[in-house]
């Protein structure tokens, strides 16, 4: 057949077969690498504010415990936002002629809201309470990040399922005494997983893996 095809029409049909065989593979490895990366989960990226809240100067020259402004933490699936009523509690004799705060202040006398923007996200298929993880020993700094060194909060976890799953099935790791969950420095010390195992104990921590705990 060799009158028939030129010379590198052999090469060109094992060029095009590899590319097919590539090419399908590449739609098929694609997605599963975007959806571990950063690019899709939000790690590490920083939301851009209406006002700049430095958590550094509350939380290390303030000494505000993160329960002052996510008041409902402990009792309610969501953390809970400050009003600006708050925020004007003391930034309406400090700093209240600060041009960074005219946008609490505006929306103080005004009533519109500030439109702050979500830093963690998760699916809205995707059940998460707050509460529960509090009161059973999880302390923000195990989800959430060295907070208290962000001047921008970012997300500090992937917020997978993966991620999840692998603390629901051993989560003595990550526990700590109630007095310390909102510590961010914070550390069992010598005792490692001992210290969580009894905290599990005391704390009647369970390892759930059914589906229902997070898809309702």
Known sequence: MAFLFPPW??????????????????????????????????????????????????????????RYCHNTVEESATAGMPSVGKCMGCHGQIWNDSPQLAPVRESYFSGRPIRWRRVHNVPDFVYFNHAIHVNKG?????????????????????????????????????????????????????????VGRGVAEALNVQHLMHCTTCHR
């Open 138 to 194: 999880v302390g923000c700094v195990t989800c959430h990040g060295r907070v208290d060194q962000m001047a921008s909060v970012r997300q500090s976890a992937p917020l997978t399922m993966q991620w999840c799953l692998d603390c629901h099935r051993a989560p003595e790791p990550h526990l700590r005494p109630l007095s310390a969950i909102t510590d961010m420095t914070w550390s069992p010390g010598g005792g490692g997983d001992e």
């Open 9 to 66: 029409s052999n090469t060109a049909v094992r060029v095009a077969l590899a590319s097919l065989l590539l090419g399908g593979a590449s739609a098929v490895a694609a997605p599963m690498i975007y959806i571990r990366s950063d690019w899709s989960s939000g790690e590490s990226e920083a939301q851009v504010q209406p006002v700049q809240f430095d958590h550094r100067h509350h939380y290390q020259d303030d000494a505000m415990d993160c």
